[in-house]
């Protein structure tokens, strides 16, 4: 058993990112005060765009104050390793009692993905699939949803030709531009980096890629070069695209409503796995949450007692639940939740972190990979070839 021994008289205040659904918030507080009424520790959460709790991560790194607990996006843990709390040991403990972490968790949780050193405990993962009207989609002439890249390419012509168009965010969305970024130059074989960390993104299969994106763009609803991860749920909510790259919220938000054609359209709504590219295998990127203990914290115990009760699994699967699987969990255990069966449109979430791609891929976490994530590189260069604002090799040159 762990036994953390957390800090006489400790508070703790934790930063998260805000809420899609409305389920988790409450959740994640009804979990926050049951762990208070348990050990008596205060604990205060505030929460953020996940926009704006990445550079206060960084901040709070630098300067050495602020929250005990900060639960961000992507590799944040990997652009200050120094300055976080080790938590191998409650890593460990969860790992040995839920049936072992999944590769995409180890590579986001431990030092250089390496799996020794734990520098953040990941809370799971915002699964990302394609959000569809299936109505639309079979008045297009599809009566299934397509597989693969080319088949994709096919349907989205067709919604556009029928008035029912998709979109993609193409703006410096942290999610869901870059999920379906790196989905998209990974379905055709391209990569940022090679496994020496060599830098290889300006390269044939990129350019391929790069041409999909074209074609692809020219059947999007007008404005997705500037849309941010809110964008798409508002124009799918709305009725203005048919189609989309997106976690489970919208779905959520169609389905919770008590606007009578919102329930209409939540009945409508249907999810796939994002489509295979020439690849030949799943290429998915999914926005991974680590949760982080930073050095200065003068609780450092009560932080990783607080990070483990909430993962443990009497908070973990009834906060997954209250959120409709909009997290999708970091260890093996907890894919037997009842929410990815209760309703089959959840099920394609289940397996997005075991199926998942890190984005340092193909080499190594690290500041570097961070970095580039935090500089929206895979973004920029697909919007410039996709919107003709560059040619695919011009823009492959810039994001070398």
């Given at each position: 058993?762990?036994?953390?021994?957390?800090?006489?008289?400790?508070?703790?205040r934790v930063?998260?990112?805000?809420r899609?659904v409305?389920?988790d918030e409450?959740?994640?507080a009804?979990?926050?005060?049951?762990f208070?009424?348990?050990?008596?520790?205060?604990?205060?959460?505030?929460?953020?765009?996940w926009?704006?709790?990445?550079?206060?991560a960084?901040?709070?790194a630098?300067?050495?104050?602020?929250p005990d607990?900060?639960?961000?996006?992507?590799?944040?843990?990997?652009?200050?390793p120094?300055?976080?709390?080790?938590v191998t040991d409650?890593a460990?403990y969860?790992?040995?009692?839920y049936g072992?972490w999944y590769p995409?968790?180890?590579?986001?949780?431990?030092?250089?993905?390496?799996g020794?050193?734990?520098?953040a405990?990941?809370m799971?993962c915002?699964g990302?699939?394609?959000a569809?009207r299936?109505?639309?989609?079979?008045?297009?002439?599809?009566?299934?949803f397509?597989?693969?890249?080319?088949?994709?390419?096919?349907?989205?012509?067709?919604l556009?030709a029928?008035?029912?168009?998709g979109?993609?965010?193409?703006g410096?969305?942290?999610?869901?531009?870059?999920?379906w970024?790196?989905?998209?130059l990974?379905?055709?074989?391209?990569?940022?980096?090679?496994?020496?960390?060599?830098?290889v993104?300006?390269s044939?299969?990129t350019?391929k890629?790069?041409?999909?994106?074209?074609?692809l763009?020219?059947?999007?609803?007008?404005?997705t070069l500037?849309w941010?991860?809110p964008?798409?749920?508002?124009?799918?909510i709305?009725g203005?695209?048919s189609?989309t790259?997106?976690?489970?919220s919208?779905?959520y938000a169609?389905k919770?409503?008590?606007?009578p054609?919102?329930k209409?359209?939540?009945?409508?709504?249907?999810?796939?796995?994002?489509?295979i590219?020439?690849?030949?295998?799943?290429?998915e990127?999914?926005?991974?949450?680590?949760?982080?203990?930073f050095?200065?914290?003068?609780?450092?115990n009560?932080?990783?007692?607080?990070l483990?009760?909430?993962m443990?699994?009497?908070?973990?699967?009834p906060?997954?639940q209250?959120?409709?699987?909009y997290?999708?969990?970091?260890?093996k255990a907890y894919?037997?939740?009842?929410?990815?069966?209760?309703d089959?449109?959840?099920?394609?979430?289940?397996?997005?972190?075991?199926?998942?791609?890190?984005?340092?891929?193909?080499?190594t976490?690290?500041?570097a990979?961070?970095a580039c994530?935090?500089?929206f590189?895979?973004?920029?260069?697909?919007a410039?070839?996709a919107s003709?604002?560059?040619?695919?090799k011009?823009?492959a040159?810039r994001?070398?």
């Open positions: 058993a762990l036994n953390l021994k957390p800090e006489k008289g400790a508070k703790l930063l998260r990112w805000k899609f409305q389920g409450d959740m994640w009804a979990n926050t005060k049951k208070t009424e348990k050990t008596g520790i205060e604990v205060r959460v505030d929460s953020e765009g926009e704006d709790v990445r550079p206060k960084a901040v709070a630098n300067i050495g104050s602020g607990i900060i639960i961000s996006t992507f590799e944040d843990a990997h652009q200050y120094d300055k976080l709390v080790d409650v460990n969860l790992g040995a009692k072992g995409a968790s180890i590579a986001y949780g431990t030092a250089h993905g390496k020794k050193q734990w520098i405990l990941p799971g915002a990302n699939c394609i569809y299936e109505s639309h989609v079979k008045a297009a002439g599809f009566s299934t397509p597989k693969d890249t080319a088949g994709f390419l096919k349907l989205m012509q067709a556009k029928k008035g029912t168009p979109g993609f965010a193409l410096n969305a942290t999610g869901d531009g870059n999920v970024t790196h989905w998209l990974w379905a055709f074989g391209g990569k940022m980096v090679d496994e020496k960390n060599n830098v993104i300006n044939p299969e350019i890629a790069l041409e999909y994106a074209k074609e763009y020219q059947t999007f609803v007008p404005g500037s941010l991860d964008n798409n749920n508002k124009a799918f709305d203005q695209i189609l790259a997106n976690g489970i919208v779905y169609a919770t409503s008590n606007d054609n919102l209409e359209m939540a009945a409508d709504i249907q999810h796939a796995n994002m489509p590219g020439p690849v030949g295998r799943p290429t990127l999914n926005l991974v949450f680590p949760m982080m203990v050095k200065y914290s003068k609780y450092p009560a932080a990783k007692e607080y483990r009760f909430m443990e699994k009497e908070q973990y699967e906060w997954q209250a959120a409709i699987g997290v999708t969990q970091p260890l894919e037997s939740n009842p929410i990815w069966t209760v089959p449109k959840h099920t394609p979430y289940r397996d997005a972190m075991k199926i998942m791609i890190p984005n340092g891929y193909a080499g976490m690290g500041y990979s961070a994530m935090a500089d590189i895979v973004v920029n260069m697909v410039e070839a003709g604002s560059k040619t695919p011009e823009a040159e994001a070398e």
